[in-house]
Nanobody, 123 residues
Framework: QVQLVESGGDLVQPGGSLRLSCAAS????????IGWFRQAPGKEHKEVSC????????YYADSVKGRFTCSRDNAKNTVYLQMNNLKPEDTAVYYC????????????????WGQGTQVTVSS
């Protein structure tokens, strides 16, 4: 069964850190490009936070650059999103997605999606 399962979402205070995990089953995650998306409360669309291509290059949205890091552990078939110096505006449901997008921000070009994990940044 092909599946992406996210974990690690939590309630954290501003300035805190979280690490989200996204574990794959049924396919080899290392051969796919990975996008980390988030959907903030009241927002209609998901927006990309981090994109990791199969050639090792990584893209970060300006809003998270310098604070978020996406990485892979191919041996564990898992990808991670390390989030530091969290801000209230980072509050969102975070999703990982795998595929071969021609444009990394195009949601419809990803093949597999996780169920989402809630991150809430609040004091």
């Amino acid at each position: 069964q092909v599946q992406l399962v996210e974990s690690g979402g939590d309630l954290v205070q501003p300035g805190g850190s979280l690490r989200l995990s996204c574990a794959a089953s049924g396919f080899t995650l290392g051969t796919y490009a990975i996008g980390w998306f988030r959907q903030a409360p009241g927002k209609e669309h998901k927006e990309v936070s981090c994109f990791s291509s199969t050639d090792g290059s990584t893209y970060y949205a300006d809003s998270v650059k310098g604070r978020f890091t996406c990485s892979r552990d191919n041996a564990k078939n898992t990808v991670y999103l390390q989030m530091n110096n969290l801000k209230p505006e980072d509050t969102a449901v975070y999703y990982c997605a795998a595929g071969f997008p021609t444009v990394y921000a195009l949601i419809e070009e990803y093949d597999y999606w996780g169920q989402g994990t809630q991150v809430t940044v609040s004091s």
